[in-house]
């Protein structure tokens, strides 16, 4: 279990990104297999945004190998779980986002929502942590919205929870198996160090 202040600090911003009450997860691979149960991904709406497949290769379950830097230098490693699928008529995606630690207890639940608003040409995507019942935006234009660089995906919002000012998420070295979501934070939103990496596996799909 996690007793570092600064360490729940940061996980907290991770909650955000990922990005029911606070209870010990039996485990992470019967958790994994509960959701896998009558599981339906749906398909993109041939009448949807084609930007919203920008998000598609999020679609299936991925196993995570997670770790995050602790404020003393060290990196934490925690074991998760991510789980994509089209809703709403293939009109948004919506990808849970689960991670636990060594002993089994959940630490992060929530689920992303992304739509593309067509008419403005702008990303509207949000997160919702489960274990607080918040929700927060992401990617808002203020902060330059949604950037593509080659394959890699980012975003950048204000942090309302850890210390530091910002956040940057990026999804990069994406492939039909795998994909990399890199967490950076920042006080200028100039300068960024990273402070939480996931590497995901395809496991369904």
């Known amino acids: 279990m996690v007793h570092s202040k600064g360490l729940v600090g940061i996980l907290l911003a991770a909650e955000l990104l990922l990005s029911g009450p606070l209870r010990p997860a039996e485990s992470l ?95 509207n995507i949000k997160w919702l942590n489960a274990l607080d019942g918040t929700w927060v935006d992401l990617g808002s234009e203020e902060f330059g919205g949604i950037t593509s660089k080659g394959e890699s995906i980012a975003y950048a919002f204000k942090e309302p929870v850890a210390a530091h000012g910002y956040t940057r998420a990026t999804y990069t070295n994406i492939s039909q198996t795998h994909f990399t979501w890199r967490g950076e934070k920042s006080n200028d939103g100039k300068t960024w160090s990273e402070f939480m990496v996931v590497e995901a596996h395809r496991t369904g799909k």
């Open 29 to 123: 691979e019967k958790g994994a297999s509960m959701q896998q149960v009558g599981h339906d991904f749906g398909k993109l709406n041939p009448n949807a945004p084609q930007a919203l497949s920008r998000f598609a290769f999020l679609i299936g379950t991925w196993k995570c190998d997670a770790k995050v830097l602790s404020p003393n230098g060290e990196w934490q490693t925690f074991q998760a779980t991510w789980v994509g699928r089209y809703i709403l008529d293939g009109y948004v995606i919506a990808d849970e986002y689960r991670m636990t630690d060594s002993s089994g207890k959940l630490i992060v639940l929530g689920m992303n929502f992304r739509s593309y608003n067509a008419a403005k040409q702008t990303w």
